[in-house]
């Protein structure tokens, strides 16, 4: 190859990794602008938002929403790349769980035993399950649409993460609206609707992301 079309091919791999980076940079701003919008308009914070905010509980709800969300779309993004491997957001993804866990152990502990159940079930279960999924269908829009830019290997894990991270946003905004802040709660019903997004995703991946 002469040195001419060497440069080219390497201006063009820079030019379309740029492009690559902008798209899913549009698409993170975009998806979580949509879910905003669909939030503030149709749902809104909770009656008590300014009491809850001084609780603990109320506030490790976004100890694990808002890091979900950041290392899913990190992790989506390096998705979207051939031969990219996940690194920090992977183990990120990967300690969540397990700090979700201890949140549900210290629960256990200072909750009475006969006040699990009830905090399990929560009173709001339902719309948990509706909103998630529902807020999270713009950014998963968007983030498909950006890695049909990229080159995904493995378009399906791919799409799970796009969902993962569209149930990231999605969860942070009904964080604010949900009533429920109990560890117990949280760690059931959000994972729960999360997995339908991430099921979503991951079905639309193996369809609209093969090259």
Do not use: H
């Amino acid at each position: 190859m002469k040195t001419e079309m060497l440069i080219g091919a390497l201006v063009q791999d820079s030019s379309a990794d740029w492009d690559f980076d902008r798209t899913v940079w549009v698409a993170m701003t975009s998806g979580s602008l949509i879910a905003g919008v669909i939030f503030f308009v149709g749902v809104g914070f909770r009656p008590d938002i300014a009491y809850a905010t001084e609780t603990i509980r109320f506030l490790f709800k976004f100890v694990v929403t808002v890091p979900l969300a950041i290392a899913a779309m990190a992790a989506m993004e390096r998705a979207g790349r051939p031969g990219s491997s996940f690194g920090l957001p992977g183990w990120a993804l990967g300690i969540l769980p397990l700090i979700l866990g201890c949140a549900v152990l210290v629960e256990l502990i200072m909750v009475p035993e006969s006040l699990w159940t009830s905090r399990l079930v929560g009173s709001n279960a339902r719309v948990c399950l509706t909103l998630i999924p529902l807020l999270a269908m713009g950014p998963l829009a968007c983030f498909l649409v950006a890695l049909r830019r990229g080159a995904p290997t493995r378009p399906g894990l791919a799409g799970a993460l796009a969902g993962l991270a569209a149930s990231g946003i999605a969860a942070t905004f009904y964080a604010t609206n949900c009533i429920d802040d109990s560890p117990l709660f949280v760690a059931t019903w959000y994972p729960i609707a999360t997995s339908m997004v991430v099921a979503t995703g991951y079905l639309a991946g193996c369809q609209l992301l093969k090259w």
